[in-house]
């Protein structure tokens, strides 16, 4: 496990530092930047679980490692940790997509009874209907506020044509190339 090490805050500049960003103000502000949308999924301890995510990343080609970030007010860390791994399942801009990502990002939705799905060759859920799906061991964790950034190591992959799903300005809509 690497180090974590924090950026120390000069006094000087702490004294010139404009007011604290509020949460609103960073929701609207990240709300210019476009992601595509993904669905990441765990065999979890005893049932699937997965939930909607826009805050994956690619890290690193060689290991092949990517990251996402879960919000603690979930409480579902540990089902990931147990698991000890997760799929990111890429979603496209069709219909059957657009459904999952609403359907998986609805509190007490029985997510996985409409979900088309499949235990991967690492044990993790993979959902058919994704444009690929990245198959993950849990490589790492780190603190992030009021997230925790969740660090996979890539075993596998699965891919399949069509266009990806985007997410702007808290609205889904389709990437045309
Ligand atoms: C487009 C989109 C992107 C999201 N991205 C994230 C994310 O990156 N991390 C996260 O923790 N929640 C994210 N959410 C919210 C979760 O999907 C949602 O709160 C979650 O499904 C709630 O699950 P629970 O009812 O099991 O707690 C996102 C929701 C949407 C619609």
Not at 109 to 126: E, H, I, K, T, Y
Request: charged share 20%.
């Amino acid at each position: 496990m690497e180090t974590i090490v924090p950026v120390s805050t000069n006094e000087e500049d702490t004294a010139t530092a404009p007011a604290p960003v509020s949460a609103t103000e960073l929701r609207d502000a990240m709300g210019h930047f476009l992601t595509g949308v993904t669905i990441v999924t765990t065999r979890g301890i005893d049932q699937p679980y997965g939930l909607t995510v826009n805050s994956f990343n690619s890290v690193s080609l060689d290991p092949p490692l990517v990251l996402w970030s879960l919000d603690l007010g979930h409480d579902r860390a540990d089902l990931f940790r147990k698991a000890g791994g997760f799929t990111v399942n890429v979603m496209g801009a069709d219909s059957a997509c657009d459904e999952l990502i609403r359907l998986f990002s609805k509190s007490d939705a029985d997510r996985f009874s409409g979900a088309n799905w499949l235990s991967g060759v690492s044990g993790q859920p993979v959902l058919a209907d994704a444009i690929a799906s990245l198959e993950c061991r849990l490589w790492a964790e780190y603190p992030g506020g009021d997230h925790v950034i969740f660090i996979g190591e890539v075993l596998n992959i699965s891919t399949r044509d069509g266009r990806p799903a985007a997410y702007f300005k808290g609205q889904l809509s389709a990437f045309s190339s």
